[in-house]
């Protein structure tokens, strides 16, 4: 484990954890899974709000066919109508994105996103909790985070239902749950629970929370962390985003909601942020690529474009302001169980 401590200055760039040429590829793969998976499936379910259960809604925009809508009662937005579950579960079952993006984003980039993501992830973990205790790390994938995590002195737990990373986190020494936190009866176990970018591929995000809440431990926390839908690059990429990708993202939280959703279910949100890296670099790599024209600010545009010696500098400034303005689209919040 390297020591890197959370306060010491990250640098994060996309080509980093997405090598060129391969993300391209990815998109030509998800086109055609989402091409096949609308050919075999049924139909789509109309949903209730997942976070208010308000039956009304108005349209955000459309993406591959499918629609994003505005929830009227609290601002939510999300797909409707969505594919069922188990549509969803055969849909990742059988993408051939899922497994080209495992195999040629993940795996090429693995060192520089335990550098970049999981060193800095446990980092701030271990500083927010330093009691520690039960850990339980939910869609924790191969566990990579939490197997790192136990020899700082967790007591971890992961749960994922995807059988080669279950075999690969059974292999580093992780127990591992199986089956959805919904169908498991836990009540008053866990210190810590986690999602680090999950909820927002879930069906039903509200009841899997509820389930959280149960198997917190009294006086403990749940971290979540996910994209966030009213981040600077969705402010200025809108529908082009690469984050709006249905069926895949069937939920698009924001600072607001889900708070808003974790206060309705028990919790107690202590901390509401946005600690990315990513979005100055992913706007300019969208207008050097063409996707867009401008931000809609010229001294925006200026920034983002500059080749001065200092424009690199310059932009590290800008994403510091991003960040702390609650305007990442990487968006992280702790709630208490009291
Ligand atoms: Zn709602």
């Not at 850990?135 to 191969?142: A, F, V």
Request: hydrophobic share 35%.
């Amino acid at each position: 484990m390297e020591n890197v401590t959370s306060t010491e200055k990250l640098v994060i760039k996309r080509v980093d954890l997405k090598p060129i040429g391969a993300v391209e590829h990815y998109n030509e793969l998800l086109q055609k899974d989402i091409q096949d998976f609308m050919l075999s499936i049924d139909g789509l379910e109309q949903v209730d709000c997942p976070v208010c259960r308000s039956n009304t809604s108005k349209l955000f925009g459309e993406k591959y066919s499918f629609k994003l809508v505005t929830c009227d009662g609290c601002g939510f937005v999300f797909i409707n109508p969505r594919p069922t579950p188990a549509a969803m579960e055969n849909y990742y079952a059988n993408s051939k994105a899922s497994a080209y993006f495992q195999t040629n984003i993940i795996g090429p980039t693995e060192g520089n996103r335990l550098r970049l993501i999981v060193t800095p992830r446990l980092n701030y973990i271990n500083d927010k909790f330093p009691n520690k205790g039960t850990w339980l790390d939910i869609g924790c994938s191969t566990a990579t985070l939490i197997s790192e995590a136990k020899k700082t002195g967790w007591q971890v737990t992961g749960l994922d239902f995807e059988k080669t990373a279950i075999a690969a986190a059974e292999g580093k020494g992780v127990p591992m749950l199986t089956k959805p936190i919904e169908v498991l009866d836990i009540q008053d176990q866990y210190d810590l629970i986690s999602l680090f970018e999950v909820l927002e591929h879930l069906s039903n995000p509200r009841e899997t929370l509820e389930a959280c809440f149960k198997a917190n431990a009294k006086g403990g926390s749940i971290v979540i962390t996910i994209p966030n839908i009213e981040g600077f690059e969705f402010e200025t990429l809108g529908m082009e985003h690469s984050n709006i990708c249905p069926p895949s993202h069937l939920n698009h939280f924001s600072p607001s909601t889900l708070p808003k959703l974790l206060t309705d279910i028990g919790y107690e949100v202590t901390d509401i942020e946005t600690p990315g890296y990513l979005d100055v670099d992913n706007v300019r790599n969208a207008m050097l690529s063409g996707k867009i024209t401008t931000t809609g600010s010229k001294l925006l545009d200026t920034i983002i474009l500059s080749d001065a010696p200092n424009a690199a500098d310059e932009r590290e400034v800008l994403q510091g302001i991003v960040a702390r303005s609650i305007k990442s689209g990487h968006l992280r919040v702790v709630a208490k169980k009291k």
